[in-house]
């Protein structure tokens, strides 16, 4: 059973002047689990909005989302709030961490998402893992880009997910912090054997993984433009 199946997901926005304006047509795709990908695409062609599909933040608007044989998109919204918080990780690239708490306790809140006991141990391992021991009581204005980055990253592994997305984990990280970024997120779910699904425009972060594919090729909104 694959981890993650879209089968003829379609997505759409209904614009100022009431027309509609299409994203996504997506008849098939598919990621298995513990696998690790990259899906390639240009600036501003539904990546952002697809990951949103999938994580069930976004309905789509017809097709079959199944992430480990669940069909997000017949649950209710209730239902994929829960869904979400148990099974998936989501890396933002701008963060979405609270300014108000501790490195540690962002990624102890992430925990109460999926109604877990609070596990102030892993918690620790996890900020250890990415390289911040020494920064577990900073509050992010305290840390530099890279490293809020990586409490961003201890957070979204913080439920144990099956799978992990990653949206554009180095735009806003500085060059000499995104091949760690990089390699921290890898190696942290090869280690938990999360599956992964990475969404940038960087070709030299898509070089790095064995599958790449190209949103172009999979989204028929793309193909006929």
Known sequence: MAMLLLKDVKKSYLEANRQTLPILDIP?????????MVLLGR????KTTLLHVIAGITSADSGSVQVAGVDIASLSEAGRDRFRAM????????????????????????????????????????????????????????????QQQRVAVARALANRPTLLLADEPTANVDPANQQ??????????????????????????????????????????????
Request: a positive charge.
């Open 28 to 36: 098939h795709f598919q990621l298995e689990a513990g696998e690790q």
């Open 43 to 46: 600036s501003g062609c539904g």
């Open 87 to 146: 099974k998936l990780g989501f890396v933002f690239q701008t963060f979405n961490l609270l300014p108000g708490f501790t490195a540690l306790e962002n990624v102890l809140l992430g925990m109460t998402f999926g109604r877990r006991r609070k596990d102030a141990r892993r918690a620790r391992q996890l900020l250890e893992r990415v390289g911040l021991k020494d920064r577990v009581y900073h509050k992010p204005a305290a840390m530099s880009v890279g």
């Open 180 to 225: 760690i970024v990089i390699d921290l997120i890898r190696e942290s779910c090869r280690e938990e054997n999360v599956a992964l699904l990475m969404v940038t425009h960087a070709s030299e972060v898509a070089a790095q993984f064995e599958r790449t594919d190209r949103l172009e090729d999979l989204n028929r909104v793309l193909s006929a433009c």
